[in-house]
């Protein structure tokens, strides 16, 4: 498979016994092998029949089929096709017929006619892969092929016609039969009876040969109305093919901007994971950050709280003082009052005594005038 999205060691495809199955295991490619527009890479699925299967990017697209025979009442798996088959050969039916010999009573003579089928090359079969063998089923003989040579009645030969019909392909079988008997005395009844039975068999061949001749020429007008439908049906594939290779385009140009948007979104998740690794780095310091602001409040409010109440401690102690002071400010006005009560007394007895102390100068000033009298009066009094 030349493709430049396709390594030359890109998958497997084995069966597995165990699991009964066919699995797809992708050998770490490059581009990855898709089933069913699912990427698997590195790894393996299991294969079912009607997978799609597709080897790179732009791959294209293969069906996977298992295709299984019945052959001597044992099924035999193939291996899975998954490549499109080519138109085969003219399928060839085989029609044999048994006509009793008049010399020898023991054997048969097969007559054989082969009918060509035309096929319909509007129609397309798949074909087998080579590791799939080779082998075919061969073609089954009716099991009723022998049952007319035990027959021991000595007649003629049969006289057997072929009729053309106007259908080119199609030929009809038509033919009669009467006996001539070589009756020996001895097995006259027997032979008589064998005789009719094959009479009557005949007249039952005619009857549904004369019944399918009729159902073959019920069914030639049906036969360009087939030829019809194949060649509208033709038009129509040819239509749906022209419509799978645009959508095949189409495909591959959404494939490969799904593709750059793939590519655009791993980029895209990556730097989201980039700020999810940052949001939640942001996360821990901010956290980190937050238990240390709590922390300091916590000690902030401690402090104040021990602040608030030392002040009001020291209000209540300055209170006290105040109180007392009051208290001795109220005792010393008290006591003040009493002072200057006791000063307006002394005040009192000052004037009093200052009074006094002025009278007893003015005594004194008057005895020392009456000495100094007395002495002036003495010494007069002495000189005299």
Known sequence: MCS?????????????DEQRCFILKDLNSSTGTYVHECRVQNAAVRLADGDFIRFGFNGLPLEFRIEQHQHQHQHETTMPSIYPRQPTSNSLHLITQTIPSRRSPSS?????????????????????????????ISGITPS????????????????????????????????????????SGQDNTEITNRVGQLEKEVKGREAEIRELTDRLRNLEPLSSTFKTDVNTLKAELDKVKREKQAASGLISSLQRDLHSKESSLAKLNREIDGLKTDSRDKDLKLQSLQSKLNLLRDRTRAEEDRHNKEKEAKINLAEQQINELNENINRLKSQLQDTEKKLLKVNQNEQKLKQECEHARGQLTEVQRSEATLKSDLASAQRK
């Open 144 to 183: 009723n092929q022998t049952n007319n040579g035990i027959r021991d009645s000595i007649v003629r030969p049969n006289a057997w016609t072929i009729t053309s019909t106007s259908n080119p392909g199609r030929s009809l079988i038509n033919g009669s039969f009467s006996g001539e008997l070589d009756i």
């Open 4 to 16: 430049p999205h396709v390594d030359n060691q890109h998958a497997l495809i084995e069966y597995d």
């Open 108 to 136: 048969t003579t097969n007559h054989q006619q082969q009918i060509d089928v035309q096929q319909n090359t509007g129609f397309s079969l798949r074909t087998r892969a080579l590791s799939a063998g080779t082998k075919k």
